[in-house]
């Protein structure tokens, strides 16, 4: 089904490497010499290290601000140079290549009839990456980068990557728990300002007629937006990306609260 995929030379990055050394810079490099039109977008390179799952679930909400044709590569990969596998997905239109260890699981399980592929070692070949030169630690370089630019100029086709699969990794964060009036969450990020990013999508509280949210030891109203509380209080709120996120106004969430990442959220009914 290549009508399902058309590269249109666009390609975001996402990785947990942070901005120290030259792993980011290289990656572009390689697509660059084979492609120097493309257009390559730092999506974040600040994810929790060795964490797939806050690399997924920052990909799954950002990607449809890009145009069809886009070629997502996600890198957070702490079983580089193993037995774990590669994999090209295609949901709505866009490709996404990471490794099969969890990070597209929250994307694949909301998708409609997505395409997923085994990279091959044939497919290697085919265009042209010496396998012997591969580092065992540097996937995203030597293999990651060189699959993406040739997707995104539609030199080199999804299906034509390896077989199709049906099944991959799952995540290693547990959908939130949904109960009659309440839910159950986890923190999957904390974001620049220290503001708690969970797993809770706006649609899970719909039913919820006056949702209370418990963070450690503090219960909190729903508020539209930081500006609504006085500064240094707490607030829950939907965020830009539709998902529950506990703040405290111009201060930070996560250290008044001395909460991190995997930390319980809870909602319940207050009415």
């Known amino acids: 089904m290549s009508e ?10 996402t990785t947990d490497f942070g901005h120290k050394g030259p792993f980011v810079a290289t990656m572009k490099g390689v697509m660059l010499r084979r492609e120097p039109h493309l257009n390559i977008v730092d999506l974040t390179h600040e994810t929790s290290v060795y964490f797939p799952a806050e690399a997924g679930f920052w990909l799954s909400r950002a990607y449809a601000y890009f145009p069809a044709g886009t070629v997502h590569v996600a890198v957070v990969d702490p079983g580089v140079g193993t037995e774990r596998d590669i994999v090209v997905a295609v949901v709505n239109g866009h490709a996404f290549v990471a490794p099969d260890n969890g990070l597209l699981a929250p994307l694949l399980a909301r998708a409609v009839e997505p395409l997923i592929y085994k990279l091959a070692p044939a497919c290697l070949d085919r265009i042209g990456v010496i396998t012997r030169r591969i580092s065992r630690t540097f996937h995203g370089r030597d293999i990651f980068a060189p699959v993406a630019a040739e997707l995104a100029m539609n030199r080199l086709r999804p299906e034509d990557v390896g077989p199709r699969v049906e099944t991959i990794v799952p995540s290693w964060v547990d959908e939130p728990l949904v109960l009659e009036g309440r839910v159950r969450g986890v923190v999957i990020a904390v974001d620049h300002f220290g503001n708690l990013i969970t797993n809770i999508d706006a649609s899970l509280l719909a039913a919820i007629g006056r949702p209370l949210v418990r ?57």
Do not use: K, W
């Open 215 to 271: 963070a450690g030891a503090h219960e909190m109203a729903m508020r539209g937006t930081y500006g609504d509380v006085q500064p240094g209080e707490y607030l829950a709120l939907i965020n830009s990306f539709g998902v529950l996120e506990i703040a405290r106004a111009e201060q930070s969430a996560a250290d008044g609260l001395g909460l991190e990442r995997g930390a319980p959220i809870f909602v319940r009914d207050g009415s």
């Open 4 to 13: 399902a995929f058309r590269g249109c030379g666009v390609v975001t990055l």
